[in-house]
C-alpha cells in the first residue's frame, strides 16, 4: 500500500529507503488517544451513527496548524532553512529563519512536546530509520541545526517532537513538500476508523459531551 501510495502522489514506485521513510512515519502519527480531531469525530458518529463517511470527515477536518497539521508547516520552516542555506551556511540559515518567527512572535514549529521534554522517542526513531536506509540529508541537517540553537535563541530547551522530524525525514527521502499535510491524514485516517469502531461498540460520544 505505501508503495502505491508513493507511486500516486510521485508518479513513481519508491526506493526502499523511500519506502521505510513513508511506512516509518504513517506508523508514528496513525494514534493520538482522545485527541481534538478524535473526540470530534466520535461525538459526530454518536450524533449521526449511519454516517461513519461523515465522522472520518469530522475528524480530519481538524488537521491544522496546531495538532496533527503542525507537520506541513515543520516542513515549510525546514525548507526554507535549506533553500536559505544553499547561499550561506546552515547555521547561519537557521538563525536567520528562526529570528524572523522570533520577530513575528510565531512559534517554531516543530519544537517542544508537553510531555517528551528530553526528546520525543518518535523523532529519534525516524531519524535513526532514515540514517539506517541512506535517506538522511540536508532537511535532517537543518532539524538537528535548529534543535541544537534554540536554547540559546530562545532561552528554552526545546526538543524536536515529531511534527519536525516527519517533514525532515520525508523531504529527505523526496517526498513532495507540497502534499505533506497528506500524510498525517493519512495515518490520522486508519486511527479514527478504530476509534470509531470502538464508539459503535462503547460508546462515550455523549459522555463526552455531557463531560464539556
Known amino acids: ?6 507511486l500516486l502522489i510521485t508518479g513513481e514506485l519508491p526506493r526502499p529507503g523511500q519506502r521505510a521513510a513513508l511506512d516509518a512515519t ?7 488517544g482522545l485527541v481534538p480531531s478524535v473526540q470530534a469525530s466520535r461525538m459526530t458518529l454518536a450524533a449521526a451513527p449511519e454516517a461513519l463517511q461523515g ?37 547561519e540559515a537557521a538563525r536567520e529563519v528562526i529570528g524572523r518567527y522570533r520577530a513575528e512572535r510565531r512559534p517554531i514549529p516543530g519544537y517542544g512536546h508537553p ?30 541545526t535548529v534543535e541544537r540553537l534554540l536554547p540559546g535563541l ?11 522530524a516527519i517533514p525532515a525525514v520525508l523531504l529527505d527521502a523526496g517526498y513532495p513538500l507540497l502534499a505533506l499535510k497528506g500524510v498525517p ?28
Not at 500500500?1 to 508513493?6: G, K, L, R, T
Not at 535549506?82 to 547555521?91: A, D, F, K, N
Not at 526528546?119 to 538537528?144: C, F, K
Not at 491524514?185 to 459503535?200: K, M
Request: with cysteine; charged share 20%.
Open 185 to 212: 491524514i493519512l495515518a490520522r485516517t486508519a486511527g479514527l476508523i478504530a476509534h470509531l469502531l470502538e464508539e459503535q461498540q462503547r460508546p462515550i460520544g455523549f459522555v463526552m459531551s455531557h463531560a464539556a
Open 55 to 91: 465522522a472520518v470527515a469530522a475528524g480530519i477536518l481538524g488537521c491544522g496548524s496546531v495538532v496533527f497539521g503542525s507537520t506541513e508547516a515543520a516542513g515549510r520552516f525546514l525548507d526554507e532553512v535549506v533553500t536559505r542555506s544553499r547561499g550561506t551556511s546552515l547555521e
Open 26 to 32: 504513517l506508523v508514528a502519527i496513525a494514534e493520538h
Open 1 to 6: 500500500f505505501s508503495d502505491y501510495v508513493w
Open 154 to 164: 530562545t532561552g528554552r530547551q526545546l526538543a524536536m517532537n515529531v511534527s519536525a
Open 115 to 144: 510531555l517528551h521534554k528530553g526528546g520525543d522517542p518518535r523523532s529519534l526513531r525516524l531519524l535513526a530509520v532514515a540514517e539506517e536506509n541512506g535517506t538522511a540529508g540536508e532537511h535532517i541537517a537543518a532539524a538537528r
